[in-house]
C-alpha cells in the first residue's frame, strides 16, 4: 500500500507536468525551432496530458520539455539584450525584472519542471529499486 503522502506527492508531480504542458501549449513554444508548436500532435505533449501515461514517460517528457526550455530561454534573453543595448537606463535599487514577458514566463515554467522532474525522478526510482528487489528475491 502506498503511503497517502508518497501518493500526494506523486499526484502533485503529475499535476505540475501536466500544467506546464498546458502553458507551453498555450504560449506556442516548440521542442525545436522548426518543429510544430506543444500540442496533441507531439509525444512529449501525450505523455504529459494522457491519464493512462506511465510515470516513466511522464519524466522522459518532462526532461525534453526542460532542454526546449532551456534553449528558447537563451534566445529569449538574447534578444533582450540586445533590444536594451548599453544604452538602458538601470533600476538604481535594482528591483524590475531586466527580462521579457515571455522569459518571465519561461522562467516560471522552468522551476514548475524542474520540481515534477525531481519528484518523478524519485518515484521513478523507488519503483526501480523495488522491481530489483522483487526480482532478486524469486
Same mark, same amino acid.
Given at each position: 500500500?502506498?503511503?497517502?503522502?508518497?501518493?500526494?506527492?506523486?499526484?502533485?508531480?503529475?499535476?505540475?507536468?501536466?500544467?506546464?504542458?498546458?502553458?507551453?501549449?498555450?504560449?506556442?513554444?516548440?521542442?525545436?525551432?522548426?518543429?510544430?508548436?506543444?500540442?496533441?500532435?507531439?509525444?512529449?505533449?501525450?505523455? @504529459?496530458?494522457?491519464?493512462? %501515461?506511465?510515470? =516513466?514517460?511522464?519524466?522522459?517528457?518532462? *526532461?525534453?520539455?526542460? &532542454?526546449? #526550455? +532551456?534553449?528558447?530561454?537563451?534566445?529569449?534573453?538574447?534578444?533582450?539584450?540586445?533590444?536594451?543595448?548599453?544604452?538602458?537606463?538601470?533600476?538604481?535599487?535594482?528591483?524590475?525584472?531586466? @527580462?521579457?514577458?515571455?522569459? %518571465?514566463?519561461? =522562467?516560471?515554467?522552468?522551476?514548475?519542471? *524542474?520540481?515534477?522532474? &525531481?519528484? #518523478? +525522478?524519485?518515484?521513478?526510482?523507488?519503483?526501480?529499486?523495488?522491481?530489483?528487489?522483487?526480482?532478486?528475491?524469486?
Amino acid at each position: 500500500m502506498i503511503d497517502a503522502t508518497k501518493a500526494n506527492d506523486l499526484e502533485k508531480a503529475r499535476d505540475m507536468t501536466l500544467r506546464a504542458t498546458q502553458w507551453l501549449n498555450v504560449n506556442q513554444l516548440r521542442v525545436r525551432p522548426s518543429g510544430p508548436p506543444f500540442s496533441w500532435r507531439i509525444t512529449t505533449y501525450m505523455a @504529459t496530458v494522457d491519464p493512462a %501515461a506511465t510515470d =516513466e514517460e511522464r519524466l522522459v517528457a518532462s *526532461r525534453r520539455m526542460l &532542454k526546449a #526550455l +532551456e534553449v528558447h530561454a537563451r534566445q529569449e534573453r538574447w534578444e533582450y539584450d540586445s533590444a536594451q543595448g548599453s544604452y538602458r537606463d538601470r533600476d538604481p535599487l535594482v528591483r524590475e525584472w531586466e @527580462t521579457t514577458e515571455r522569459d %518571465a514566463v519561461l =522562467e516560471t515554467l522552468d522551476k514548475l519542471l *524542474r520540481a515534477s522532474t &525531481k519528484s #518523478l +525522478e524519485t518515484e521513478c526510482r523507488k519503483k526501480f529499486i523495488g522491481k530489483a528487489v522483487a526480482v532478486r528475491h524469486l
